[in-house]
């Protein structure tokens, strides 16, 4: 990791030169300028009049700094055509897909409120060095910015042309620490491009909370519902500005106005687009291929942690798209993936672990492998689990327990739709009925307790979205609606105990596909399909190994 060296000193007084030109820039363009009473019109007439301004001090920068002046913080039309199309803010989601989130979110929320969205942060693994950056959902989904360090203020207003305003506080350009971290959207672009009525610089979120809490001080209290999340929950990060804003709030005495935020923009997550799907679906398709192609690598002698570097270039090289024949451009989309969570890959006993992630264990010949592994596509993830044998042939054993939950996965499955008038905990409760009557046939004298407690001891599905346990405030006891993303993943985990035939102990098996609910039964979608799930195209698929 490059350190700051002395000889930059000389150079850092020419950018600061430019950095207080930029800061001069944004105090004349973006104070005072972008009212939130003004009409659209006129804001987009202050929007057009400020990007000359800029341009020119950006000419002026790029001679001394073009790192900072031609660069997003994250891939734009402008800059990567082939990631963002046209009127897309972010790969796959158009300005108007997050103009309609917003519109929805508004009128969701009583008269009068006022949200507050707050990003992720930047963490870090050891002094100086960080992780990747992943923004929180609930921001992104909201906002499709996807830089550190920003809040967003949503501000039902009656006066305002959208009904609402959108106020941003964000990091400026500042090519001085953009050098080293990277480049930033900049506050311009949050108005530009992100459809921010206004945008500031984040350092003027304490002072202008103040201000805005004030204000809402004075409006009745049925009219002044501050909605934010202002604690953690699930484990989330707080930022110092969501800490800020608890400070005024209680300073204020306005707790009795305060509601959480996540919930209901969670309801609204809940229910996908079919652009959602369309990610979802790529996400799918890219974590299913890779799947093919672990299964056909896998070997005895293979350590579980190579298995998985196969698993994640395969998901990077499927988004590469060659140039045809008759000369076509090639497209490499390899930049949109990442690895949705951290991966299981289980073989032998460590599949009796739900969630082995240690991945460091020689295959063994005669095993399964319990493999838990998705892709992230453009921010939308995938989840699917399949279990096979290392050597690419099921034994008799293995065959039978394996088939009794791809049964039971195949019958939920069926049931994923609205027309079953079933929630996921009812699907839960008639998996557990029929993995005792599938193991029965095997020679299992399980009870539905010994299943529970014992043989299958997690829920069958989660709902799926951008986090990969989805919007986990919402009940899996409410029925299921169309376009909610679900998995179903039923498992088998038989311990070493003679009360279990012993053929099966020290197997864990489970199988994961990720569903789209249908209307009916016809509807339904299955978004892994190209993974290999029967016993039949698994060994098929392991088999082509040996023709190669």
């Known amino acids: 990791m490059a350190t700051a060296l002395p000889r930059l000193v000389a150079r850092r007084n020419i950018v600061a030169g430019v950095r207080q030109r930029q800061k001069q820039l944004h105090a004349c363009v973006f104070r005072g300028t972008l009212k939130s009473q003004q009409p659209a019109s006129l804001l987009h007439t202050s929007r057009a009049s400020s990007n000359s301004i800029l341009s020119t001090l950006l000419q002026t920068a790029k001679t001394k700094d073009p790192i900072t002046t031609q660069w997003h913080g994250q891939p734009t039309h402008e800059e990567r055509p082939d990631l963002v199309r046209k009127n897309e803010v972010t790969p796959g989601i158009t300005k108007e897909e997050y103009e309609a989130r917003r519109q929805s979110l508004v009128s969701a929320l009583p008269k009068g409120s006022t949200a507050f969205v707050f990003s992720s942060g930047t963490f870090f693994v050891s002094p100086h060095v960080f992780h990747g950056f992943r923004q929180h959902s609930d921001f992104y989904y909201l906002t499709g910015w996807n830089e550190p360090d920003s809040v967003a203020v949503i501000q039902q207003n009656s006066h305002a042309s959208r009904g609402y305003t959108l106020t941003m506080f964000v990091n400026p350009k500042d090519p001085e620490k953009e050098v080293w971290e990277g480049p930033r959207n900049g506050i311009s672009a949050a108005v530009s491009m992100f459809g921010a009525d206004e945008a500031w610089p984040i350092d003027e979120f304490s002072r202008r909370a103040a201000d805005l809490v004030a204000r809402i001080d004075d409006k009745p209290a049925d009219e002044g519902y501050i909605y934010a999340d202002l604690d953690s ?70 350590n579980e942690s190579m298995l998985q570097s196969v698993f994640e270039h395969a998901c ?223 060994e098929a698929c392991a088999a082509a190994r040996q023709t190669k």
């Not at 110092?240 to 996540?262: F, H």
């Not at 839960?428 to 010994?450: C, Y």
């Not at 169309?482 to 985990?493: A, C, L, R």
């Not at 569903?515 to 195209?537: F, W, Y």
């Open 233 to 302: 929950h699930n484990d989330m990060w707080v930022s110092p500005q969501c800490k800020e804003l608890k400070r005024l709030l209680k300073r204020d005495n306005l707790g009795a106005r305060i509601r959480r935020l996540s919930p209901d923009v969670q309801k609204l997550r809940l229910i996908k687009s079919d652009a959602e799907v369309s990610l979802m679906r790529e996400a799918g398709r890219v974590s299913g291929l890779a799947f093919t192609e672990i299964i056909r690598e896998s070997t005895p002698g293979m």
């Open 316 to 538: 990077k090289r499927t988004l590469v798209d060659k140039a045809s024949s008759s000369g076509g451009t090639a497209v490499d989309r390899s930049a949109l993936t990442r690895p949705a969570y951290v991966p299981v890959f289980a073989s032998g006993e460590h599949a009796l672990c739900m969630h082995y992630v240690l991945n460091s264990a020689p295959m063994r010949g005669g095993d399964l492998v319990l493999v838990d592994a998705g892709a992230e596509y453009a921010s939308y993830a995938s989840d699917i689990t399949r279990t096979f044998p290392v050597n690419g042939r099921f034994t008799d054993a293995q065959r039978d327990l394996y088939s009794a939950v791809l049964s039971v996965q195949q019958q939920m499955i069926s049931l994923c739709c609205v027309d079953s008038g079933y929630s996921l905990n009812e699907i839960h409760r008639r998996s557990t009925q029929a993995m005792v009557t599938e193991l029965k046939q095997i020679g299992f004298h399980a009870s539905a307790r010994d299943i529970d407690d014992r043989l299958y001891p997690h829920h069958i599905s989660h709902y799926l979205g951008m986090d990969v346990h989805d919007t986990v405030d919402m009940s899996r006891s409410q029925l299921l609606k169309k376009n909610m993303v679900v998995t179903v993943e039923p498992g088998i985990y038989v311990p070493y105990d003679d009360k279990f035939p012993k053929a099966f102990q020290g197997m864990g098996i489970r199988i994961e596909d990720d569903i789209v609910v249908g209307q009916s039964i016809d509807d339904i979608q299955n978004l892994t399909a190209l993974a290999p799930k029967t016993v039949e195209d698994i």
